[in-house]
């Protein structure tokens, strides 16, 4: 049996946040910042969505290395919704078998999955509008004393 509760907040989300919390986890792993490289079998439309968050996540400081796996199949996952929406704008929702029985067109299906997944991706990289509002922007202290908010640039 799995882990009770919510999975953890990722620390890197907990300081854009501005949390206590995230001060608080010394033994979390702090894999290193920055983009991992893009795989080469990701399919063209996957590999268009890399190029459009991936520096999106660097400015926010939340992708590491490690994550390489996890936006990948992101990135897959949305390529797959993707053309999965094409053929059923061709084909139709729907279709009439042999006996005239009204069938729902299995593309359907694989659109509804890759939709489910590419949500579930988009959640842990703080990619959906609900994730966003939970992150906020952090309060910065300038050398003059000031507080200002601003994302702080990837290190």
């Given at each position: 049996m799995?882990?009770?509760?919510?999975?953890?907040?990722?620390?890197?989300m907990?300081?854009?946040?501005?949390?206590?919390?995230?001060?608080?986890?010394k033994?979390?792993?702090?894999?290193?910042?920055?983009?991992?490289?893009?795989?080469?079998w990701?399919?063209?439309?996957?590999?268009?969505?890399?190029?459009?968050?991936?520096?999106?996540?660097?400015?926010?400081?939340v992708?590491t290395?490690?994550?390489?796996?996890?936006?990948?199949?992101?990135?897959?996952?949305?390529?797959?919704?993707?053309?999965?929406?094409?053929?059923?704008?061709?084909?139709?929702?729907?279709?009439?078998?042999?006996?005239?029985?009204?069938?729902?067109?299995?593309?359907?299906?694989?659109?509804?999955?890759?939709?489910?997944?590419?949500?579930?991706?988009?959640?842990?990289?703080?990619?959906?509008?609900?994730?966003?509002?939970?992150?906020?922007?952090?309060?910065?202290?300038?050398p003059d004393?000031?507080?200002?908010?601003?994302f702080?640039?990837?290190?």
């Open positions: 799995g882990r009770r509760g919510p999975k953890p907040t990722p620390t890197a907990l300081k854009l946040t501005g949390s206590w919390r995230a001060d608080a986890r033994s979390e792993p702090k894999p290193k910042l920055g983009a991992p490289p893009m795989p080469t990701l399919a063209t439309e996957a590999k268009a969505e890399w190029k459009r968050v991936v520096p999106q996540l660097q400015k926010l400081g992708i290395l490690i994550d390489r796996t996890a936006l990948a199949l992101y990135c897959q996952a949305w390529a797959d919704y993707h053309d999965a929406v094409a053929v059923v704008k061709v084909e139709g929702k729907t279709f009439t078998t042999p006996t005239g029985y009204i069938a729902k067109n299995p593309m359907v299906t694989i659109m509804n999955e890759a939709r489910a997944a590419v949500l579930r991706f988009a959640q842990e990289f703080g990619l959906t509008p609900s994730a966003r509002a939970r992150l906020g922007t952090p309060k910065i202290e300038e004393g000031r507080k200002s908010r601003f702080p640039a990837a290190g």
